[in-house]
């Protein structure tokens, strides 16, 4: 499997944006490259994904590198309610029915 | 918006009993997950399941568990004979199709092996 590299802790104070790093720098062509995030006492949550293009919805925005071999997870306005762990995951197309690998991810404070 | 829902939240159960942890998935999802979390460590893959039968499973996934779709809607996670180092929170999670779609978690059951 494809293996990710996260700072294991980062610090933002609330409604400035968060940049959370990834390396992922032996993906492969077909690697999605997916963020789900942890808050406390509760299961996995999916952010974002994409494979080439920068993505973004109502949670998050996903820079991808034009190398692909990194990317950035973005959160516009931290809040409280972001601080958790978050997990860069690449996940291969249609390949190994989808289960993931999570790492270590990098646990996200926010202060007020 | 559909969740992953799983019952119970926390369960108790002395060693060498048997525990069935309970998961109803999204309607419409067609891939089936269970994962495991040990307190303070990495969420890990335990099984997955498709069209009624395991597609793949970890070196965790060991004689002691199973997995089964009773009915059209539950999808359930079985540890035989509990041991000790089953205390863990297990997590149900369900994708729709195989494709580049995410997997959505339930919240959880926090099992604890007495």
């Known amino acids: 499997d494809a293996k990710t590299t996260q700072p294991n802790s980062m610090e933002s104070n609330e409604e400035e944006p968060v940049h959370l790093p990834c390396n992922h720098s032996?993906?492969?062509?077909?690697?999605?490259i997916h963020w789900y995030r942890q808050l406390p006492s509760q299961g996995p949550e999916y952010v974002i994904h994409g494979l080439t293009s920068n993505v973004n919805n109502r949670m998050a925005s996903l820079a991808i590198a034009e190398d692909r071999k990194s990317s950035t997870l973005i959160l516009h306005r931290a809040t409280l309610r972001d601080a958790a762990v978050y997990y860069c995951?690449?996940?291969?197309?249609?390949?190994?029915?989808?289960?993931?690998?999570f790492g270590k991810g990098t646990k996200l404070s926010v202060k007020p | 918006e559909p969740e992953v829902t799983q019952t119970p939240s926390h369960q108790v159960t002395q060693m060498g009993q048997e525990v069935i942890l309970r998961c109803v998935p999204i309607s419409n999802h067609l891939y089936f997950y269970w994962y495991r979390q040990i307190l303070g460590q990495k969420v890990e893959f335990l099984v997955s399941f498709y069209n009624n039968e395991i597609s793949e499973k970890s070196e965790i996934f060991d004689d002691q568990f199973s997995v089964e779709r009773p009915d059209g809607s539950n999808f359930t996670l079985k540890i035989r004979s509990t041991k000790l180092e089953d205390s863990a929170m297990y997590f149900c999670?369900?994708?729709?199709?195989?494709?580049?779609?995410?997997?959505?978690f339930g919240d959880g059951t926090r099992l604890s092996i007495l």
């Open positions: 999670a369900s994708r729709r199709d195989s494709s580049n779609q995410p997997q959505h």
């Open positions: 032996t993906i492969s062509g077909t690697d999605y």
């Open positions: 995951i690449l996940d291969l197309y249609g390949g190994s029915q989808g289960n993931l690998i």
